[in-house]
C-alpha cells in the first residue's frame, strides 16, 4: 500500500507557482521521496527525488521537511503542459522493490 | 537514444482468451517492471524481470506471466481474460536493478479492454 498522502486534486493558474503537498509520517531514515507525473495518454515520467536536503533540477524543486514527514513539489511557473497526475512516492535505499504508486494529485492549469 | 516503447496501443479482447503485450526498453535497460493502472487509480506492480529473470512479483495470479528478451525487449503474458483485467499496462525499464536510486522509464501504456 502507499504509504504517502496527497489531495485528490488541485487547480493553479497559468504561469504561476504550483506547490504540490505529500505527507509521508511512517517514512523511514532510509527512504528516499520520489515524484512522478503521469501526462493524459502518457506513462508516468520522473520528476525528482531527494533524501533530506532540498533539489532543484529543470522541472521542478523538492523542499523537504526538517522532520521527513512531508514534502513539497513545486512548479516555479505551472504551464498548461504541467497538467498531469503528480504522484509522490517513498523508495528504500536498501530497496529492489518496485515503485508503489498511491492515486496522486491531479493537478489543473487554467489558461 | 530511443525511449521505451510498447505495442499494441489499444486492444480488445473477450473474456476467457490470451493477449500479449510487447515492451521494448531503452537499450542497456537490464531492468524491466510491469504495471497494471485501472481507471482512476495509480499503477500497480505486476513482476519485474532483471537479466531474463523474474525478480519480483505484486499480488498478482499466475495467469500473468512474462519474458525478458537479451535484445531488451519483454513480454506480458495474461491467460484466461476476466473482465476486471481491462486496464492500462505500462512497462517501465532501468538501467540497473532497481534497488537504487535509479529512475525508471515508463512507455505510454497498452489499452486493454475484455468484454
Known sequence: ?111 | ETGVTQSPTHLIKTRGQQVTLRCSSQSGHNTVSWYQQALGQGPQFIFQYYREEENGRGNFPPRFSGLQFPNYSSELNVNALELDDSALYLCASSPRRVGFQETQYFGPGTRLLVL
Not at chain 1, 503542459?81 to 504522484?87: I, K, S, T
Request: net charge neutral; glycine share 6%; hydrophobic share 30%.
Open chain 1, 1 to 111: 500500500d502507499a504509504k504517502t498522502t496527497q489531495p485528490n486534486s488541485m487547480e493553479s493558474n497559468e504561469e504561476e507557482p504550483v506547490h504540490l503537498p505529500c505527507n509521508h509520517s511512517t517514512i523511514s531514515g532510509t527512504d528516499y521521496i520520489h515524484w512522478y507525473r503521469q501526462l493524459p495518454s502518457q506513462g508516468p515520467e520522473y520528476v525528482i527525488h531527494g533524501l533530506t536536503s532540498n533539489v532543484n533540477n529543470r522541472m521542478a524543486s523538492l523542499a523537504i521537511a526538517e522532520d521527513r514527514k512531508s514534502s513539497t513539489l513545486i512548479l516555479h511557473r505551472a504551464t498548461l503542459r504541467d497538467a498531469a497526475v503528480y504522484y509522490c512516492i517513498l523508495y528504500p535505499f536498501s530497496g529492489n522493490t518496485p515503485l508503489v504508486f498511491g492515486k496522486g494529485t491531479r493537478l489543473s492549469v487554467i489558461a
